[in-house]
């Protein structure tokens, strides 16, 4: 029996002891490809020399120092890197744990930030009901995510909650995406000024919707509205890009390709790429000198702040993105998984949409390809699709309840930046004979 509370409280999952590069082997000699990095984490694969190499060259220096008494030249080397490639002047940077610690510190530095404008008042995020944010009991309030939500109801913080942008289902048949795009904005200025612009600190989403939807590239324009909302009225844009950043969708921030600048972003998975756990939260100039010009401190701070391994790794892992120009080869390989996907899956009956950008792709599952019916919950196909998967030795990140936080399967891929063409085809051929798999288990 295992002591450790795994999610399912029923079932020990297998043992991983090894991996290497896109491989991932368990105890019993099962080797798998691991198509999904985790969660959109491993993006250099396993075993990278280097950032082995560095984890282990930091470690023998100095592996902890307490950032109450001390910064670290390898932290400040990695924040320095961070700001420098981050866009405009998000230039400073808090390093953290994790994706959830990066939105907690993206909420109270916003929230403290309007305090010091002068605006205590403002005390409302608006979020997409389709969202996650992290499972923190603040970002989890910030997050629509209702399966992962409902346990802990009611929940510390009120989130005003307006539409995800997800085409595939709501874009109305002979409704221009220009128009629908416009009519999402419209629905968050509808919320703002029911809220009162007055009382609401920011809006939080995801530029490219990661887990909870699958792989949902936003509608062009869409940000850019998001933005001048936000000028209007005073209000902060926190840019969620805790899966989709770090390169996942071919530029190092995903918001690049949406020409808009946040004023916090929060970064995490693929910032050490799961070599160390780590995230960030990167602010404009601006709201950094606020605080410094007014009580001089950020009143924040975790244990494990800044660590010197932690940075060391993501350093490794920033360094080595850049050197062998793996934005350029997530660009190229995404394209080829695109084909190979629609290749595959374009004319299935029970795929409804393929979607995604750059090494972010997704497979949305439905009973119905005409009507777009998604399978009933309690068939609960994305768990027979991660079964038969690893069956095929294939790791995927299937994930249900994604509508209205009840229905929707979605499998999700996220492999890293170093696949091989041959690896992306495995990964399909392997998808392939999964989903039939898993179908025919459900009693499709
Ligand atoms: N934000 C997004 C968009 C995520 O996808 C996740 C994790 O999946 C988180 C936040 C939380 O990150 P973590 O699991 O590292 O706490």
């Known amino acids: 029996m295992s002591h450790i509370i795994h999610r399912s409280l029923r079932r020990t999952p297998p043992v991983a002891v090894s991996g290497e590069g896109i491989i991932l082997r368990d105890s019993k000699g099962n080797s798998y490809l691991d198509a999904s990095g985790g969660a959109a984490?491993?993006?250099?694969?396993?075993?990278?020399?280097?950032?082995?190499?560095?984890?282990?060259?930091?470690?023998?220096?100095?592996?902890?120092?307490?950032?109450?008494?001390?910064?670290?030249?390898v932290a400040e080397e990695l924040a320095a890197r961070i700001a420098y490639d981050a866009p405009g002047d998000l230039d400073h940077v808090y390093l953290v744990s994790g994706g959830?610690?990066?939105?907690?510190?993206?909420?109270?530095l916003a929230r403290q930030y309007v305090v010091e404008c002068g605006q205590p008042q403002r005390h409302l995020f608006i979020a997409r009901r389709q969202s996650y944010h992290g499972n923190t009991l603040g970002a989890l309030a910030l997050g629509g995510n209702a399966f992962r939500r409902k346990p802990y109801a009611p929940l510390l913080m009120d989130v005003a909650r307006v539409a995800p942008c997800y085409e595939y289902r709501d874009r109305a048949d002979g409704q221009s995406v220009a128009d629908y795009t416009a009519s999402l904005i419209a629905e968050l200025e509808v919320a703002i000024v029911a809220a009162g612009p007055e009382n609401v600190i920011g809006f939080c989403a995801e530029p490219v919707v990661g887990a909870?939807?699958?792989?949902?590239?936003?509608?062009?324009?869409?940000?850019?509205?998001?933005?001048?909302?936000?000028?209007?009225?005073?209000?902060?844009?926190i840019a969620d890009e805790v899966m989709c950043g770090m390169g996942r969708t071919g530029t190092l921030y995903a918001?690049?390709?949406?020409?808009?600048?946040?004023?916090l972003v929060a970064l995490g998975k693929g910032l050490g790429a799961g070599y160390q756990p780590i995230g960030a939260v990167v602010a404009r100039d601006p709201i950094v000198q606020r605080l410094r010009n007014g009580s001089g401190v950020f009143q924040h701070g975790h244990t494990y702040v800044g660590h010197p391994?932690?940075?060391?790794?993501?350093?490794?892992?920033?360094?080595?993105?850049?050197r062998d120009c793996l934005l350029g080869a997530v660009t190229v390989r995404g394209a080829s998984l695109r084909r190979l996907l629609r290749d595959a899956f374009g004319a299935h009956p029970h795929v409804g949409d393929i979607r995604g950008r750059g090494l972010l792709w997704a497979l949305e599952l439905v009973r119905d390809r005409d009507t777009k019916e998604p399978f009933a919950p309690s068939l609960k196909l994305h768990e027979a699709v991660r079964t038969q998967a690893m069956a095929c030795g294939l790791i995927v990140y299937p994930m249900g309840g994604t509508i209205d936080g009840e229905r929707g399967d979605h499998i999700l891929l996220a492999p890293p930046f170093v696949a091989t063409e041959a690896d992306l085809v495995e990964i399909v051929a392997?998808?392939?004979?999964?989903?039939?798999?898993?179908?025919?288990?459900?009693?499709?």
């Open 100 to 108: 959830s610690e990066a939105m907690e510190t993206a909420l109270k």
């Open 255 to 263: 918001v690049e390709q949406e020409n808009v600048l946040p004023d």
């Open 430 to 444: 392997r998808l392939q004979e999964a989903l039939e798999r898993a179908l025919l288990s459900a009693g499709v």
């Open 309 to 322: 391994v932690a940075a060391a790794a993501a350093l490794a892992v920033q360094r080595v993105i850049q």
């Open 212 to 237: 909870t939807g699958g792989a949902i590239p936003p509608t062009p324009g869409y940000f850019k509205g998001v933005r001048a909302l936000c000028d209007k009225y005073g209000i902060l844009f």
């Open 41 to 73: 984490v491993s993006s250099l694969g396993h075993g990278h020399p280097d950032v082995v190499d560095a984890m282990h060259a930091q470690i023998d220096r100095l592996a902890y120092a307490h950032t109450a008494f001390f910064t670290t030249d």
